[in-house]
């Protein structure tokens, strides 16, 4: 499942949250911490790793 960073504007931490597609898409996301669910998601870069199938 895909993972995302948040911020929490409750409490201001920064979580990573795993999310369905459908999850992330009605942005209905709930702050681990203080249960809080004002999230402002964060965008950060990412590496994808892959194989080489011969």
Known sequence: MP????????CGKESLVVLTLKEHETGKVMCPSCKGTKMQQLYTSFIAHTTKKS
């Open 3 to 10: 993972m995302y960073d948040y911020k929490c504007l409750d």
